[in-house]
DNA sequence: CGCGTTCTTGAACTTTCTCAACGCCAGTGG
DNA sequence: CCACTGGCGTTGAGAAAGTTCAAGAACGCG
């Protein structure tokens, strides 16, 4: 259908046209018609503003038109998990008991249709509209699962990167169009949240990206502006692709013994 | 609608009733009625036996209708991650690509209905029906996420084994019913695939069983056969319940700032 | 019984976390 | 205008958790 990677759009711009600071419409059909059938309500967020809060009651399946939006879970001890970032297209607020599961919290300026959780139980159609989207985010989460499982801390926070990157990174990668490979990133998080997405401390995500920056691969220029000079380079390190050149060959079998938990030196 | 955890019953039997080991019908309604109207085709799978592979032309979506599947992700240098465990009623093969994004591979003896892509998208009732069930396990999904961000190895075996325990552990856990609150969990995995599912070492798993026992916690039977002896100790250890005795107190609201990653000592 | 596979255990090493100090920046109020 | 203050972010040193490597034990199967 469509491609899994970039499903939550930041803010982003080509190197070379610093212009369109503004948002962009989302790349992909993945946006496409939120048509309101009566029951959905249009509803708007400002940028970093709480939707629900984890334990609250269920009333509300949320659709994002347009912004960037955070779902996170607490431990009991207030280690926190932010558990996906969803973009255009994408639904949250689905809940098999009558209370949520997670905080939703905006990241950008969000628009989103709401549709009471009532309604919906009377309207199988929509709500099989709704349930249509959420394979795609089932895909992206078995990702992120990856991540979490399976990837150092750099190569964490280079896919990360990457993820800001719209139509990079993906299968169907371009690879660089310019002679300049870079990319403007507005992160629209702040490095907690970074750190609460990919499983790391504050300190860590701040180390790494000092560590990007004095190897010259990002400049940072504004906390939550960051320019990534060499996008291809910086996607090698994201540990989702062979170091040595060749792209994923096709693999024989499962490899179900010996498997290294983290990248070798 | 009904309890989250324990969507893949691996055999259980209660400790006091140590008989039923072959396979028991699934707790809850997640596996009900799984019809088969003219496109849905009963397939059959040995434990442990391939279903497809990450990569592979995704023809078929699936629904369990009876034992448990393991779906698993590669990166390109032979780290693995277990992504999900299945049980009855879960749906699997979905892909937005036109191929596999994982791969799937039987735990125990497990019978599927699986209905041709094709045939699914000229059927769009059956493909809302299928679709109806990934909010459960979207919900699963994030609570993995959470244990692979958040929690320290021993929470992650504890958590393991209790959601390999049906009915306890959960907001409704009855807490324990006999003075002796054990139970049999049958493994249905070797430890590299624990290991794999819960992002550790097959070694650091070892250890953690190991200490267990030592501390009395568990015994292990036979390798994938473990007596759980005091289910609610487990659970105190699963870093979801608050340690000094009160369980989730309501809370007042996100807690932005400072989240240790780890549980303190 | 012997062999291959899987699991366990130990010791050394890495990575990442923790704790603490410091820097930067914006907003505020004298 | 400038010092003060509070919120983030960065950096460093030390500690801890978990990994790696290697050897030995246990299991299961012919």
Same mark, same amino acid.
């Given at each position: 259908m469509q491609d899994l990677e970039h499903r939550w759009p930041f803010r982003v711009a080509p190197r070379s046209s610093p212009a369109p600071v503004a948002d962009r419409a989302p790349p992909g059909a993945v946006g496409e018609a939120v048509v309101s059938p009566g029951v959905g309500r249009e509803v708007h967020f400002e940028p970093?503003?709480?939707?629900?809060?984890? #334990? #609250? *009651? *269920?009333a509300h399946v949320y659709q994002i038109a347009r912004g960037c939006v955070m779902l996170s879970k607490l431990l009991p001890d207030g280690r926190r998990q932010v558990v996906e970032i969803l973009g255009a297209g994408d639904v949250f607020g689905f809940s098999p008991e009558s209370t949520y599961h997670c905080s939703a919290e905006s990241l950008t300026a969000t628009s989103c249709t709401s549709f009471a959780r009532a309604a919906l139980e009377h309207t199988p159609a929509l709500m099989c509209r709704l349930s249509s989207h959420l394979h795609l985010q089932l895909c992206a989460l078995h990702e992120h699962v990856t991540l979490l499982g399976r990837k150092s801390a750099m190569e964490r926070v280079a896919t990360f990167l990457m993820r800001c990157i719209p139509g990079r990174g993906g299968q169907d990668c371009p690879g660089p169009q310019h002679v300049d490979d870079g990319a403007l990133v507005r992160l629209a998080m702040t490095r907690q949240e970074i750190a609460d997405y990919l499983g790391l401390t504050i300190e860590t995500v701040s180390r790494l990206l000092s560590k990007l920056k004095r190897r010259g691969l990002v400049s940072i220029n504004k906390l939550d502006e960051i320019t990534v000079r060499d996008v291809c380079l910086v996607c090698l390190m994201t540990g989702s692709h062979m170091t040595d050149g060749r792209l994923c060959e096709s693999r024989g079998g499962l490899q179900p013994t010996r498997h290294p938990a983290r990248a070798r030196p």
């Open positions: 970093h503003s709480s939707i629900f809060l984890e #334990g #609250g *009651a *269920a």
